[in-house]
């Protein structure tokens, strides 16, 4: 199967809705596993298994799957030789009392759900493992009672511990050591028996200082007379240590000898807590389990997509059987490519072995391969269109393709010139269909209707459009093309009477309407009435001076406007380009200079005019400036 294909159906989002009714993430696990078969037996064996599994829930209040859980990281623990912790231990516990719930369940559901209740014959019963690590561990910690060593052990340590806090008691109690108490409580520090004593005091108290206050005022100090009592403790500690590292090894031991059956158990738990996932899924969304078939034909009654919620229009839906291609049109969001991917999704669920949503009698095909050309497939890094990443996209389905296969194209043949479009779609059909496909696309093209319309194996269908409301009615009519309705969506918008009108008749001739604007009838454009007005309000002239409106400034006209409508002014001893718009004529020159006067040496600074008279009198100091400017400049 084509991992696009799951993309695009969205087959992720219905595991999703299913997984939510598994008790661990055992069953969890195999949803995102389970892929579509293409084998009819496989198919049909996971759909009575769904039988059986509604069967069963419908006969019993209750499914024993708890205690079940993922055993594999403590499975690896073990394998790997590694000593289980008591909690860890526990579970393995629970684990293996839920497998014998399911076992003695299932077993006993055998008149009505014989193939499920097969599966409980291969679950291990490990009675003696439970036992075992019940009597051993009590609130996840070894037992006392798990060995009469251990016992023995635990005793001595609490008597050891009886004569410590005798010791401390008196310690605590004697007005010898009062003022050096801190605190008149037993404390412990690193599992050794301490006093909080005064810290000005430490060295006058006899013993051991095993901590220190944060703060530094206090120390903890195990007294003299208790030290061969807290050795002898220390010494029994580490002998229960041992004893319970023994207990924990035979029980790790116990599960080790069972490994196999233990992780077969685990498989076929798994398994039930999938199926019964599936068959709690369709009790709560009133699924059906289809028929199959594996000849290509496909009848579906009132289907609806899993994953679209509130008021749903169900689907009839049929192909196979009188012909094999199936040609759907209608108005745009009338509901076109709902109903692709409503097949489309239908038929994974079905060979994933999950019910539908539809009603009885509804029969689906087993496909070897399913592919779609749904949505917008536009690839920017690949620089395709959105035509090309479709053509892109039949191309390598049209490679992939065989006799058993499943089909389905939006908008087939779009995204290029109608005509050519149209022609490359039929031929499309045409091969697809020559190659033993079953197939269904969406059109807006009428050429192709007409094409399905002559064709003995393809048949026309319409989604239905209410032309009064606008509204898409989301029903498919086999036998009947629907088209477009662009023209009542125009009318009901309000489009021009007119504008209609010529539409109409452009859809028959094509006899266009050339008639010229009168002129005297029309205002001139906005642009050419800007123009004008530049041009005769804005006749700017060297030597003008204008102010600058975004500067509130002042400025002399260097050069007049050009054909852009900049106009060059020397502001500041620059010269800048502004457009003319931004400008306003404050003097115009011939106000401001007499007849005949160099404008160009308004251009010119004092400091450059200077310099130049100083030229034409020969002077040595200007020549040399000149030439240190030249150098400069290189």
Do not use: W
Not at 62 to 77: M, Q, R, S, T, Y
């Amino acid at each position: 199967m084509n991992l696009d294909t799951f993309e695009k159906l969205e087959l992720n989002k219905v595991k999703e809705l299913i997984k939510i009714h598994c008790v661990s993430s055992l069953g969890k696990n195999l949803i995102d596993k389970i892929e579509p078969s293409g084998n009819y037996t496989v198919v049909k064996r996971r759909l009575d298994e769904n039988k059986e599994a509604r069967k069963v829930l419908k006969n019993s209040n209750h499914i024993p799957l708890e205690g079940l859980f993922n055993a594999n990281p403590v499975i690896e623990k073990v394998e790997k030789g590694m000593i289980l912790e008591p909690v860890e231990l526990v579970a393995c516990e629970d684990f293996l009392r839920g497998c014998r719930k399911i076992k003695n369940f299932m077993i006993d559901k055998e008149f009505y759900s014989p193939t499920l209740s097969s599966y409980a014959l291969n679950i291990t019963e490990c009675e003696n493992i439970e036992e075992e690590i019940k009597f051993s561990i009590k609130n996840n910690k070894v037992c006392s009672d798990a060995s009469k060593e251990l016992k023995k052990i635990r005793r001595n340590i609490d008597i050891c511990e009886g004569r410590i806090r005798e010791k401390l008691n008196k310690f605590l109690t004697s007005s010898t050591n009062k003022k050096y108490i801190q605190e008149f409580i037993i404390s412990k520090r690193d599992d050794r028996f301490v006093i909080p004593i005064k810290s000005s005091f430490k060295n006058e108290v006899e013993g051991t200082i095993l901590d220190t206050s944060s703060k530094g005022s206090t120390v903890f100090i195990e007294p003299a007379s208790i030290s061969k009592y807290s050795l002898e403790l220390i010494t029994l500690k580490s002998e229960e240590a041992i004893e319970e590292y023994k207990i924990l090894s035979y029980l790790t031991e116990l599960i080790y000898d069972k490994i196999r059956e233990i992780k077969l158990n685990m498989e076929i738990v798994a398994e039930y807590d999938m199926i019964f996932a599936k068959a709690k899924f369709s009790e709560n969304n009133k699924c059906i389990t289809p028929k199959i078939n594996n000849h290509g034909y496909t009848k579906i009654i009132k289907g609806k997509h899993p994953l679209l919620k509130g008021n749903v229009i169900p689907l009839d839906f049929e192909i196979g059987k009188t012909y094999r291609s199936l040609i759907i049109t209608g108005p745009n969001a009338g509901g076109k490519t709902v109903t692709l991917k409503t097949v489309g999704i239908l038929t994974l669920m079905t060979q994933c072995g999950f019910d539908i949503l539809a009603d009885e009698n509804t029969e689906i095909s087993i496909f070897e391969k399913i592919f779609v050309d749904i949505g917008d497939n536009q690839s920017i890094e690949n620089a395709l269109s959105t035509f090309s990443s479709h053509i892109k996209n039949i191309s390598n389905i049209m490679r992939d393709s065989n006799k058993n296969t499943l089909v389905l194209f939006d908008e087939i043949g779009s995204g290029t010139d109608p005509n050519e479009g149209a022609s490359l779609a039929i031929a499309l059909l045409e091969e697809f269909y020559q190659m033993g496909c079953i197939t269904v696309a969406s059109t807006h093209y009428e050429e192709i209707k007409r094409f399905a319309n002559k064709h003995p194996h393809f048949e026309n269908a319409g989604m239905m459009f209410d032309k009064e409301t606008l509204e898409p009615l989301y029903k498919l009519t086999i036998g009947k093309s629907e088209d477009s309705n662009a023209l009542y969506i125009f009318k009901k918008m309000g489009i021009k009477e007119k504008v209609l009108e010529k539409a109409k008749s452009y859809m028959d001739n094509k006899e266009y309407d050339f008639t010229l604007i009168n002129e005297n009838k029309i205002s001139k454009p906005y642009f050419e009435e800007e123009k004008s007005s530049l041009i005769t309000f804005t006749n700017f002239e060297v030597g003008d001076k204008v102010e600058l409106l975004d500067f509130k400034d002042f400025a002399i006209v260097y050069k007049p406007m050009d054909k852009f409508n900049n106009v060059e002014v020397f502001y500041k001893n620059e010269f800048i380009k502004i457009n003319a718009r931004r400008l306003k004529i404050q003097f115009k020159a011939k106000d401001l200079y007499p007849e005949g006067y160099d404008l160009n040496s308004l251009f010119v600074t004092s400091e450059k005019r200077k310099l130049e008279k100083d030229i034409e009198r020969g002077s040595k100091k200007a020549l040399k400036k000149i030439q240190k400017e030249i150098r400069n400049n290189r």
